[in-house]
């Protein structure tokens, strides 16, 4: 077996546990059933793009990419955790390279967004299902924002671990950034409406231009600004990585 | 075939050398102890070795493989236990075992039967379903340890690996080391419990400040370096005159303690002891007990550690 292959098995293993499950899946599904149908009578409807959508469908799709978010954090509990408990030292003085360690992360970031967005895509789907508009774009795009998603947060939460020291601070970091990142975007809520600074500020967070790329494939509202939310995606994700890549080999041992 | 051919091996971080310009030696199917108080130097060396992190300047070969040009090649024939605990916290003992042999690319039925084998001599049948985040620093140290031989491997790093093991599990660990090597490993053992590297080292070198103050086998470091023996006399009663009695002695030093025992410390032992006891049986002071220690290896790195941190080295 491949060298990264190993590596990422064993990434799965530590990671996928009980807690995770119940983090990726059952705190998503209280989310879409309780708040999604609770919220309804506050929030008839959300216009998105040329159609309009009912509550509890746009807080599903929004937990598609809220929870390929949540799910990235696995890359920087991983590298915080190998730093932390001197995995990291006993993997580079094993068969591997600091490429293999990198690669596998990436590639583990890559499968837990993408086994997370089918997850909640598939338990979401009974609320959009009336306003699905599957077409010849939907899957590519669910599949382009979970791996840009996946590389973008993941890579965020690369760079925080291996810029923090201790534990405490790790963890006040990656809560207060994800914090931000999950509430002040169109994931629970539209930008229409909120007040002038906050819908400016949803648009400073790369979760609303994934959860807007997810809600187009899945909806079929492709239009230009959406095209645009792609790039803007694509590259923050592209430097996000780049950065990452360089703390990760640039890493004191 | 050599274990380790280091030269002229050089780290410094910043202006401040780490290692400063050793040499080593390693027969392969060896056990080579390498002794240096904190901060001599010992883990940089085996980061070094082990190609966790490049030298400053110098050359290395490990297992007969240019480790500078070559690392990956060094790192798939060596095991390494570095100074720190390395776990993963959630998995448990027999887990973290299967799972370590799996990262070494060990086959399922060959991990099975080493994970069972291991977990047998460190005795850790007791714990293997708890996590590695609920037992104690010791029991983490024997799987960290135990670990280690899921893989094969010619060279094996230790560094202090003993730390926190009690005494049964610190024998076993030396003694199944000493089997180990019989079978062709070669080891690279760093320790502070120098009775341990006694027991266990065919070979020591001492570091201090970066530099390699001696190698030798034990039996020829004590003898080069620890001529000296401590000589303690037990009189049966209180003798006032002693000190006056042995001024004429020389080539040592006499410590007259309470008046009952004498300590003498000489590396003219015999001459010295023949001359007290003479003078003792002249004065009629009758001798209860006698012993002689010879100086332990712990003595010589004391002294040797000590005369390399004089001002004028």
């Known amino acids: ?253 | 075939m050599s274990g380790i051919t280091a030269r002229s091996l050089h780290k410094s971080y910043g202006t401040i050398p780490a290692v400063d310009g050793i040499d080593l030696d390693v027969r392969s199917g060896h056990i080579f102890g390498f002794l240096g108080p904190n901060g001599a130097g010992k883990s940089t060396t085996i980061k070094i070795l082990t190609t966790l992190i490049p030298p400053t300047s110098g050359t290395i070969e490990v297992l007969g493989i240019d480790a500078i040009k070559h690392p990956l090649e060094v790192r798939k024939r060596i095991g390494v236990v570095l100074q720190q605990p390395s776990y993963e916290p959630n998995l448990s003992v027999e887990k973290s075992l299967e799972k370590y042999g799996m990262m070494w690319d060990i086959d399922r039925k060959t991990r099975k039967e080493r994970s069972e084998e291991l977990i047998d001599v460190f005795d850790l049948n007791e714990i293997r379903k708890r996590k590695n985040e609920d037992l104690s620093i010791g029991q983490r140290r024997r799987v960290q340890v135990a670990r280690e031989f899921m893989h094969e491997m010619d060279l094996l790093f230790l560094d202090e690996p003993t730390v926190g093991l009690d005494p049964t599990a610190r024998r076993n660990l030396l003694d199944y080391l000493k089997n180990k090597v019989k079978t062709g490993l070669t080891i690279f053992y760093t320790t502070h419990v120098l009775t341990e590297a006694e027991y266990l080292c065919d070979e020591i070198a001492v570091i201090n400040k970066g530099k390699i103050l001696a190698v030798d086998s034990p039996n020829n470091l004590k003898n080069t370096f620890g001529q000296e023996k401590t000589i303690t006399i037990h009189l049966s009663e209180r003798h006032d005159n002693l000190s006056e009695l042995l001024s004429g002695i020389t080539d040592c030093i006499i410590d007259f303690n309470t008046g009952t025992n004498i300590t003498i410390q000489s590396s003219k032992s015999e001459v010295v002891l023949s001359q007290i006891l003479q003078i003792l049986i002249e004065n009629n002071i009758s001798v209860e007990d006698l012993s002689a220690i010879p100086t332990t290896l712990e003595d010589i790195f004391l002294k040797m550690v000590k005369d390399s941190n004089a001002p004028n080295n």
């Open chain 1, 1 to 253: 077996m491949h060298p990264t292959i190993r590596l990422i098995v064993r990434n799965l293993t530590i990671s996928i546990n009980p807690g995770f499950l119940v983090w990726q899946v059952i705190f998503p599904v209280i989310y879409i059933f309780v708040a999604g149908f609770a919220y309804t009578a506050l929030i008839k409807s959300v216009p998105f793009g040329n159609t309009t959508l009912d509550y509890p469908a746009f807080i599903a799709s929004g937990m598609i990419g809220f929870n390929i978010m949540n799910s990235t954090l696995v890359s920087g509990i991983i590298i915080w955790n190998d730093r932390r408990h001197g995995m990291f030292e006993q993997i580079l003085v094993g068969p591997f390279t600091r490429t293999n360690y990198i690669l596998s992360n990436v590639y583990t970031i890559g499968i837990v967004g993408i086994i997370s967005a089918t997850i909640i895509t598939a338990i979401g789907f009974p609320l959009f299902f009336k306003s699905v508009q599957f077409n010849v774009l939907t899957i590519p795009f669910l599949i382009f924002a979970s791996i840009a998603g996946s590389i973008l947060f993941g890579s965020i939460a690369s760079i925080i671990s291996t810029r923090m020291r201790s534990s405490e601070g790790f963890n006040v970091i990656i809560n207060t950034v994800f914090l931000f990142f999950a509430f002040v975007s169109t994931a629970f809520y539209p930008a229409s409406g909120a007040p002038e600074p906050l819908a400016t500020a949803f648009y400073l967070n790369p979760l609303t231009y994934l959860v807007d790329i997810i809600r187009a494939g899945i909806f079929g509202t492709f239009t230009e600004f959406v095209m645009i939310e792609m790039i803007v995606l694509v590259s923050i994700a592209v430097v996000m990585f780049i950065v990452a890549i360089r703390l990760l080999t640039k890493l004191d041992l």
